[in-house]
């Protein structure tokens, strides 16, 4: 066969491929996303009657119908260290809605289906439909977006407005590149969408001002709408310190030292760095293996976008956006973590949303250049979905002991009081306060009395059990130590995070 033929040939295969072929693939597998994006979108509001996590109780009593807003901002929101939008908006929802445990998983399940709506809206009109679609259905499988889609915390709101003003970005930098001004209410969008994001979450908060910045390179490489940029992001980030460096003051001040010598700080998470690192890809992706493969094909499909665009590079806006929001915002928490470790898995949520912008990109661009590149996509969905099946924590009634433990001690023990070792609770005495009064009956009169060295022998003297809202084998050594104890007998255990027990005090030995 001569070289003619066998391009003759080869022309054919691939005339033959992109008229029949290439569109049979594309709608298997947008009929694959449909159908498991549909799957996980029911999945986001399948758990809605389970019980709370710790910092799901903490915050509902926040949001209680029983408190007033001046009670809660000034005995609980003034105090705790995390930014307080997500709390005033549930305050105003359990106005308007029950106070259950339904309706306020439900309220964030809403704001996470909102993030796949704004997704599909505020998409750049340059992108095509296909495009769209798998940034959506992205959002839409992430197991970890879906299992925490409906926690009673801020995730769901900040990564609803992650998406927006990154988006929203989107369609700045476009309308810049077209040599025109963005309007007024286009910046007033973009700065007022990153003021709430900034107060939903720290990470969130971060992540608006990377993207601020990118933004302003963006306006001056245009030359346009530089002013507007550079203003409107000091606006918001004055409006921010009000809060938000006040706060975060707390996280480098040592508040003493331990026996050793060592400064202690009141941030608590101590996990080591590496540990925390890999827990976090583990949390993110489901497996080790799987971001192995992720990690590997994206850089490849980097590459090849690179050698691709050349000179043209920069103007990809939508590839150098979410390069720079990942690559900044892990690059922050590396440095901060050299003091503070803020490796925390749950944290890196509202990072996802530019992950996804990022692949979404990508398998955009290799579908474009080879339609068998485009499979990548149901299987990363359909992986996703088995990593879901195996979240054992949707299918627990309760996520904490705090539940059975009340049981016990009012149905079982019908205990009077109870002390509680606010050591290592992490919340204001007040919030913990209306956090333990919620697991006990409204007909029930059970003292909560915050331990001390002083009233720690009413647990020998009057038989008042001790409780731990928090316990772990450390704990327990750091308790008797302190206080100089031995528990009477083996303690209770309720849901591996909480136990009660009573005390005697300490036997002296040799």
């Known amino acids: 066969m001569t070289k003619s033929s066998v391009?003759?040939?080869?022309?054919?295969?691939?005339?033959?491929?992109?008229?029949?072929?290439?569109?049979?693939?594309?709608?298997?597998?947008?009929?694959?996303?449909?159908?498991?994006?549909?799957?996980?979108?029911?999945?986001?509001?399948?758990?809605?009657?389970?019980?709370?996590?710790?910092?799901?109780?903490?915050?509902?009593?926040?949001?209680?119908?029983?408190?007033?807003?001046?009670?809660?901002?000034?005995?609980?929101?003034?105090?705790?260290?995390?930014?307080?939008?997500?709390?005033?908006?549930?305050?105003?929802?359990?106005?308007?809605?029950?106070?259950?445990?339904?309706?306020?998983?439900?309220?964030?399940?809403?704001?996470?289906?909102?993030?796949?709506?704004?997704?599909?809206?505020?998409?750049?009109?340059?992108?095509?439909?296909?495009?769209?679609w798998i940034y959506v259905s992205l959002l839409s499988c992430s197991f970890i977006l879906v299992g925490y889609g409906a926690i009673v915390r801020t995730y769901s709101l900040s990564v609803l407005l992650m998406v927006s003003f990154s988006l929203w970005a989107l369609r700045l930098i476009d309308t810049m590149s077209q040599g025109k001004t963005p309007s007024v209410s286009q910046w007033l969008i973009f700065f007022f969408v990153g003021l709430l994001g900034s107060y939903s979450h720290y990470f969130c908060a971060g992540l608006f001002f990377i993207t601020a910045l990118v933004v302003f390179i963006y306006a001056c490489f245009y030359k346009v709408g530089r002013a507007w940029s550079f203003w409107g992001t000091g606006v918001v980030f004055a409006l921010w310190c009000l809060w938000g460096v006040v706060k975060t003051l707390h996280f480098f001040v040592p508040v003493g030292t331990d026996g050793a010598g060592a400064e202690v700080y009141k941030w608590w998470f101590g996990t080591p760095v590496a540990k925390a690192t890999f827990d976090t890809l583990l949390f993110l992706f489901g497996s080790i293996t799987l971001f192995k493969?992720?990690?590997?094909?994206?850089?490849?499909?980097?590459?090849?976008?690179?050698?691709?665009?050349?000179?043209?590079?920069?103007?990809?806006?939508?590839?150098?956006?979410?390069?720079?929001?990942?690559?900044?915002?892990?690059?922050?928490?590396?440095?901060?973590?050299?003091?503070?470790?803020?490796?925390?898995?749950?944290?890196?949520?509202?990072?996802?949303?530019?992950?996804?912008?990022?692949?979404?990109?990508?398998?955009?661009?290799?579908?474009?250049?080879?339609?068998?590149?485009?499979?990548?996509?149901?299987?990363?969905?359909?992986?996703?979905?088995?990593?879901?099946?195996?979240?054992?924590?949707?299918?627990?009634?309760?996520?904490?002991?705090?539940?059975?433990?009340?049981?016990?001690?009012?149905?079982?023990?019908?205990?009077?009081?109870?002390?509680v070792d606010t050591t290592n609770t992490g919340y204001p005495l007040e919030a913990l306060k209306q956090m333990l009064a919620y697991y006990v009956p409204k007909d029930y009169t059970l003292t909560i009395e915050p331990l001390t060295k002083e009233n720690i022998s009413q647990s020998w003297t009057r038989d008042v059990p001790v409780l731990l809202p928090l316990c772990s084998q450390i704990h327990m050594i750091i308790f008797s130590a302190t206080h100089l104890v031995e528990e009477d007998k083996p303690l209770l255990l309720f849901h591996r995070d909480t136990c009660v027990f009573t005390v005697h005090p300490a036997t002296k030995k040799g």
């Open 7 to 132: 391009s003759a040939v080869w022309s054919v295969g691939k005339e033959i491929f992109s008229r029949k072929i290439a569109p049979i693939i594309t709608g298997v597998c947008i009929g694959v996303s449909v159908l498991l994006s549909g799957y996980m979108l029911l999945m986001r509001f399948a758990h809605l009657t389970n019980g709370f996590q710790y910092d799901e109780l903490y915050s509902a009593v926040t949001a209680s119908p029983d408190l007033s807003f001046s009670f809660v901002w000034e005995n609980m929101l003034l105090h705790d260290i995390n930014l307080p939008l997500f709390n005033i908006l549930l305050f105003i929802w359990n106005r308007i809605f029950p106070f259950t445990q339904v309706s306020m998983h439900l309220f964030s399940a809403l704001l996470g289906t909102a993030a796949l709506v704004m997704a599909w809206v505020l998409a750049p009109a340059y992108w095509s439909n296909l495009k769209k």
């Open 293 to 419: 493969i992720i990690t590997f094909c994206t850089l490849v499909a980097l590459c090849l976008w690179a050698l691709s665009y050349k000179r043209a590079l920069f103007k990809q806006a939508d590839m150098i956006l979410p390069l720079a929001q990942i690559g900044l915002l892990i690059g922050v928490v590396a440095l901060v973590s050299l003091r503070v470790n803020l490796w925390m898995d749950r944290y890196f949520l509202p990072l996802l949303p530019a992950l996804f912008i990022l692949l979404s990109g990508l398998l955009d661009y290799l579908q474009k250049n080879a339609k068998l590149f485009l499979l990548l996509w149901p299987l990363l969905l359909w992986s996703w979905v088995q990593v879901y099946w195996t979240q054992e924590y949707l299918w627990w009634p309760e996520y904490t002991g705090l539940h059975d433990a009340f049981v016990h001690l009012t149905q079982v023990r019908k205990a009077k009081k109870v002390l």
